[in-house]
Every structure is written in C-alpha cells, then in structure tokens.
C-alpha cells in the first residue's frame, strides 16, 4: 500500500469497471472506443470529486439537487465532446488521455485540502446525491440499471481512496 | 531448475490429439453459428483471404469492390462506403468482382475436412467416432430450411399444446401450458445451441420471444391478465405466416412496446443481456482449456437483447426511449461481435501462435511504454476484446511461473 495518490489507478480501475459499457457513453454510430476507457475513467473521477467540492458548499439558496442538475448537464457536454473527435488517431486519443490525467490529478488535488474540513454527513449526502446522478445519466443512455449502479459505486469508491475520505 | 522436457507416450499424443480435434471442432461449428451460417461463412472467407495475402485491401484503396448485391468502396483508412449501385462514371477498370465470396463454405468445408479425417484417423477409437458422428449432424443441419423446420417445431408445439391442448381450458390451465410451452422452448433452445444444431439468430429469436413474454406476463395484474399475456403472444406466432422465427420475435416486441407493455420489454431485453454479460464473464472467469465453450452461448443472448433492442427502437414514438433503446441494442451487438470475433481468432490460432504473438508484442510494449501501458493492453485483449480467459493474463505479461 501506498500513501501517494494514484488517479491513474483508480481510473484504470473505474475503466475495468466500465468495460464494454463503453459503448453507452457514445453515439451509437461511434466504433472505434476501445482507446478512450481510460480517459473515460478520468473524466468521470474528476466530475466526481468536482462534484463532491460543489456538493458540500450547497446552501438553501442554491441546493445541492440544482447542483447536480448543472454537473449532469456538464458531464453530457464532456463526455460528447471526447467522443465526438472525427478521425481519432493514436496520438490524439494518447493527448485526451494524457490532458485528462493532467485536469484529473488538479481536480483532486484542489479537492482534497476543500473537503478536508467539511463534516461526514455534509460529505456522505453530496456524494449520493453525485452516486445517484450517475446512475441516473447512465440509464438515461440506456445502460441497464444493474451495470449503471455497479460504475457508479465504482467511481465514488475510487475518488473516495484518492480523496481519503472514509465512506 | 527447469524439468527436461520429455517425449509423449503414444497415448498422450493421442489424447492431445484428440483435444486439439475437440477444439477445432467446436471453433468451426462456433464460428458457422455463432450469428447464422451465411454471415459466418463470409467472416471466414475474409478471414481465410486476408490470412493468403495480407495486403490484399490495400491494394484495393479507391476501388469499388463487388459485395452481395451492392459494392463496397474501400477507403485508405481502412473504412468503406456501401453502394447499392455503382455512382455514374465509375470506370471497369475501379471494379473489382473477384472477391465476392457469397457461394463461399470455408468453414462447412473445413468440417467435412475434419470429418474425413477424424474418420480415418482413429477408426477403432470411440471417442473420435463419435467426435465424427457429431460434426456429420452439425452438417446435416446446414440444409437450407433446417431454421423454418426448428421454428416449425415451436410453432407445433405451440398448437398442439397449448392452443388445441385438450384440457379444462380455463385460466389456470392455459397459464400452467404456457408456461410448460415457454419452459420448453427455453430448453430447446440450449439444445440446438449445444449441439449447433440451429443458427445462433434463430436460438436468439426464440430466447428473445420467451424474455418479453414472461416478463410481460410476471408484471400483469392478476391471473386474466396474465393469461392474456402468454395466450396473446402464442397466439401471434403460432400461425404459419412467416418462414422464419426473427421476424416474429422483432414483431411481437415492436407490438408490445405499442401496446404500451414498454416496461415488460425492457425487462426482457435486459434479462436477456443480463444472461449473456453473465455468461461472458464467467467464462473470462473460468478455465483457460473451456474458455471458448463457455463464451459461445453469451452470443445468443446478446443477440436477442439486439433484436429486441431494434425493433422496440423503431416502434417507440418517444426520441429520448428510442435512444436508449437504440445504445441498448448496439451495446448487445457489440458484445456479440466481440464473443464472434473471440471464437474467429481461437480458430485461426490453434496452434498457440496468436498467444505467442501477443506476448512478445506485450514484451515490446512493456520494454517501450512501460509495465503500466502492457498491463492495459494486455487487460483490452481479456477484458474488451475477450480473446483470453483472465487465467492467461500472467501468461500473456510473461509473469507465469514456469511450472504452472
């Protein structure tokens, strides 16, 4: 066991976890997806863990449902955007996973002191609240709910450990 | 200390043999019905025509290539474009007909190779002549209306008994016949597939047809209903109007979604990939020497989650369920894709050199990119590309022990 973090770990295991549900992030005309589960784990580990940050700042004035609505919507618009490159080559799925790692480790590196001082329930209600959001975009792309829970579980559990939070 | 590697008795090289017999078996018949045989006999053909020369679609870039009835434009980046009809000012000379393989049987050939052989080959041997016997009925059932006669057998059974059963005829007896009917087909089904004795779309149909209306019928309000959901749907395919079990299935599950039984096919298309994404992986889970013989039936199921998947698609006027109806079916088409691709390429490896490749591929990767990016790769060809069992992951990294 190591004390360093490790998103690339936790997004190779996020992306084993997602396996041939790729196909779900995509448009279904898209083939050529194999290259970019690992980017796709990433880009979900960092939504989550900007998830969390946002989360746990919820006021009445700007509940954390509203929250999630906006982070759904913004999880559409990036996972769209990775995909819908024209004429993936090597190199330039080698650059999305290569960018996406560099975005990954800030997100989590900002995260980590932010979260650090907020109370276990705060922590604990954001992230089902992000869990369930996740669920929620998947079955919305038609992926049984059965698989759609197990990557959700799987993401909060991985920015969990990279995050040291305890849940 | 390695052991000296030592010479095989007789009977061990028989029972190796043997095994590499039962396997080429299995992967040939996998191969011609893991889809149905037309589509496995060109997958082949192509396999059997890139394998003699390599280079041959490279030498095609820019022509406008004979394919079934239409063409296919081969693009330099190795994508085509289909063409029902050749665009005004092709020339003859873009053309190229000498790669229509649509009379093709390389794998029907290749058993009746095989049958010759293991005939010859062992003749006082039981195990092999009956290892003959069975590759003899798998072409026998090759005979072109060898799927309308496995889908007159549901529909027999479906009028004798349960539509003209003799009986009470009440509520409860036409569930419990139903019910028997569906148990029936069901195991039928596994039947055909374990002996290959049907195309993998038909097995798929009938295990499509079973899904949707047993979950239709579990979600029905009481015993009339019920009865109404299983009596309905028996009713819609006992009649001889159609020579072919697809259709029906496609049929009866567009007509549930517009009935309004949306949920009740979900259900069923999701317990049919369900069964399949299980099958898959208990067979990554499973032994290396079963590994193909495990993947094999995950096919069906799929394939009937992309049936269903389809047709509850084009029936749906809601865009949003017609999307997620359409990923749905795509994702159960990939995996069917992939466990056909899995058994094509055991098939044209037999002899271990495909393992051998990848390993000292993985070896050049590990040596230019790192333990990381091997590891990954290595996971692709397991867990995407399902061409090994997990059990072989060590063996692909290099990282067996020697006396495993």
Excluded at chain 1, 54 to 73: H, I, Q, Y
Excluded at chain 1, 80 to 88: A, K, Q
Excluded at chain 2, 128 to 139: C, D, K, T
Excluded at chain 2, 240 to 252: H, V
Aim: proline share 4%; net charge negative.
């Amino acid at each position: 066991m190591t004390n360093q973090p490790d998103p690339r770990r936790s997004a190779e295991s996020i992306s084993t976890e997602i396996g041939l549900e790729l196909s779900y992030f995509t448009d279904e005309s898209e083939r050529n997806f194999l290259p970019l589960g690992l980017p796709v784990g990433y880009l979900l580990l960092q939504w989550f863990a900007e998830g969390l940050v946002m989360g746990v700042g919820a006021t009445a004035s700007e509940p954390l449902t509203d929250k999630v609505a906006v982070a759904v919507k913004g999880l559409r618009t990036r996972v769209g955007r990775l995909f819908s490159r024209r004429g993936g080559t090597p190199q330039a799925d080698a650059r999305a996973e290569e960018e996406l790692a560099i975005d990954t480790k800030e997100a989590l590196d900002v995260a980590r002191p932010q979260l650090g001082g907020s109370s276990g329930d705060e922590l604990t209600r954001a992230a089902e609240a992000y869990e369930q959001a996740l669920v929620g975009y998947l079955t919305g792309e038609g992926m049984p709910a059965v698989d759609a829970v197990r990557i959700a579980q799987r993401v909060r559990s991985e920015a969990g450990i990279q995050l040291r939070l305890g849940w | 200390m390695m052991e000296e590697p030592r010479i095989l008795t007789k009977e061990e090289t028989l029972a190796v043999w043997r095994l590499r017999a039962i396997q080429e078996v299995f992967l040939t018949a996998g191969c011609l019905r893991v889809f149905d045989r037309p589509a496995g006999e060109l997958r082949e053909a192509y396999r059997v025509a890139d394998a003699e020369d390599p280079h041959r679609l490279s030498k095609l870039i820019g022509k406008y290539v004979k394919r079934g009835n239409g063409y296919v434009r081969v693009l330099g980046n190795g994508e085509g474009g289909a063409f029902a009809e050749l665009p005004d000012g092709v020339t003859p000379g873009e053309v190229v007909d000498d790669l229509d393989f649509s009379e093709a049987t390389p794998l029907q050939d290749r058993l009746r190779e095989l049958s010759r052989t293991l005939r010859e080959a062992a003749p006082e041997d039981s195990g092999i002549e009956q290892l003959a016997g069975a590759v003899q009925a798998i072409l026998e059932a090759c005979r072109p209306e060898n799927e309308q006669e496995r889908f007159d057998q549901v529909r027999e059974w479906a009028n004798t008994e349960v539509l003209g059963a003799d009986g009470p005829g009440d509520v409860q007896d036409m569930i419990d016949r139903a019910y028997q009917f569906f148990e029936r087909v069901g195991i039928y089904a596994k039947e055909l597939q374990r002996g290959f004795s049907a195309d993998g779309s038909t097995i798929a149909a009938m295990l499509a047809i079973r899904a949707i209306v047993l979950a239709r019928a579990e979600l029905a309000d009481d015993r009339e209903y019920e009865m109404d959901a299983l009596i309905e749907s028996i009713l819609y395919l006992a009649p001889g109007s159609s020579e072919r079990i697809e259709p029906i299935a496609t049929g009866l599950a567009a007509r549930m979604v517009r009935l309004g039984y949306q949920e009740a096919v979900r259900q069923g298309a999701e317990s049919l990939k369900a069964e399949g994404d299980g099958l898959i992986v208990k067979a990554l889970n499973g032994e290396s020497l079963t590994y193909y013989q495990a993947l094999y039936p995950a096919a069906a199921y799929e394939l009937g989650a992309v049936r269903v998947g389809q047709a509850a698609a084009s029936a749906t006027q809601d865009p949003d369920e017609r999307r997620r109806w359409a990923k749905l079916a795509v994702n159960a088409e990939e995996r069917a894709v992939r466990v056909s691709t899995a058994l094509g390429f055991a098939l044209q490896n037999l002899d271990g050199s495909g393992i051998a490749h990848h390993v000292l591929w993985l070896r050049r990767v590990r040596e230019e990119k790192g333990d990381d990016v091997a590891r990954l790769k290595a996971l692709d060809l397991v867990e995407n590309q399902l061409f090994y069992p997990r059990a072989l992951l060590p063996v692909l990294l290099n990282e067996a022990d020697p006396s495993d």
